[in-house]
């Protein structure tokens, strides 16, 4: 399997690259969980030396995406259900602060923008277009996160956006779920309009609590959220 190729407009570093794509093929599943993977045949894939792999490979080790085991070597870890229950709780945080922030610079054209996705998301649920639905939900949390004009606030929830996008499609696949989760995200924006900032915030991480739940569950896992 090709994890791709290395752009030569790609000025970066050449491990930064590698650890990208590597990263990238972890998180969309083309690598998946307890697979091995080996520096020459990545170096091969890539047709780059095995340095930067390695490098790359110590990187994605830090970040507890692969694991090296003395006899085997490198495995892929992937994301474990302690790993959601970690990812959403910082993500109930910075996210309820992005709406925060937003609720406060908020343009009237970024709202204008939100009820539009808003509208589209509902067709999308009324056509059972669940990838639609998928890539609205994703420029609806940009937008919003934009808004809130922090650059560093911005940076974590990307990062954080790139690990669940592999699993949170599984609380956008239930039909009652997705009805429930437009009329979140609809008193969102009406919270961001009026520049309420304590309850857009206070609404919007009950509205992760909700989902993570939703999807632990999924998982086969029961869990009180307090």
């Not at 697979?35 to 020459?40: A, C, S, Y």
């Not at 970040?63 to 959403?88: A, H, N, Q, R």
């Not at 610079?105 to 009324?126: G, H, P, Y």
Request: with cysteine; net charge neutral; glycine share 4%.
């Amino acid at each position: 399997m090709s994890l791709g190729y290395i752009d030569p407009k790609d000025f970066r570093p050449i491990r930064d690259i590698v650890y990208e794509i590597i990263r990238n093929a972890i998180l969309d599943g083309r690598l998946e969980k307890g697979k091995r993977i080996m520096e020459t045949t990545i170096a091969d894939d890539l047709s780059i030396s095995r340095t930067p792999v390695r490098e790359a490979f110590r990187m994605l080790e830090n970040e507890g995406l692969i694991e090296y085991f003395p006899k085997t070597g490198i495995i892929v870890k992937g994301i474990t259900l302690e790993d959601i229950v970690y990812i959403y709780d910082v993500r109930e945080v910075l996210e309820g602060l992005a709406v925060h922030k937003a609720c406060m610079f908020i343009t009237k054209e970024e709202i204008n923008k939100l009820k539009e996705i808003l509208r589209l998301m509902e067709q999308a649920i009324d056509n059972k277009d669940n990838e639609s639905l998928f890539m609205l939900h994703s420029k609806y949390n940009k937008i919003i996160i934009d808004a809130s004009q922090n650059p560093k606030l911005i940076e974590y929830l990307t990062n954080i956006y790139e690990y669940i996008n592999s699993f949170r499609k599984i609380t956008l696949s239930y039909n009652e779920r997705k009805i429930i989760s437009l009329k979140e995200h609809i008193q969102i924006v009406e919270y961001l309009e009026a520049g309420d900032a304590v309850n857009g915030e206070k609404y919007c991480r009950e509205h992760i609590r909700v989902a993570k739940q939703i999807l632990l569950e999924s998982a086969g896992r029961k869990l009180i959220i307090k």
